[in-house]
């Protein structure tokens, strides 16, 4: 029996050490950048790196270090950024808040950039990303005003990541990666070709997972030097 107890011990602290250079390469093959505010359009997203418990846990089993997505939208002339987070109990759920703000709360965290670019880029493109980000947000932030931290087995689902595109049935215990991809898909960002269990955090970094529509692409990302 304490054969067998050490055995899968040695055995989980391996799988551990491989998961764990997998993540530490993941950061180190990305590019550095300082941070500019005028690099910054509408439809870009970020994926930051938090060192809490629940996302070491989410890292080991990803083998990905950037696990939570949010997207940038501007609005009259303030960056704002959108994400399903939980940082207290008044910015809770679908948020949107200052950029300025949400750097000071992440100040402390990796923050990979993804820029959405379009083939024919101009001021009425961006404009109209914007108004469709915003019009999903204001559509939906009711819908998406609680935020859960936990695992349980309605999670489950999340093994028909390969089924078609389906909306969101059920409002609890939806996690981030739902949520954004959920709202990319409604902002018409990109076409709706996949189930929203399908999105992990890596499937976001350079809208990798995303069939993107008409003229838009990804093909630059790099760390934020704050």
Known sequence: MIKDILILCVFFFCVFVVLSKNIIQDIERYDKKK???NDIKSGDLFLVSYTGYYSIIAKTLTGHNFIHPSIAVWEDGELFIIEFANYHKDL????K?????WIRFNRNTKILKNSLKIKNDSLKEREKISRNILKTYDKYRERFSEFSNFFNLN??????MFGKYDNISKEENITCTEVMAFLIYESQISDKSKHLTYFRSSTFVGYQGFDLKNDYYCDENYILEL
């Open 97 to 101: 808040f200052p950029f300025k703000d």
């Open 155 to 160: 999670y489950f689902r999340f093994v028909n």
């Open 92 to 95: 809770q759920g679908l948020v």
């Open 35 to 37: 941070l500019d505010i």
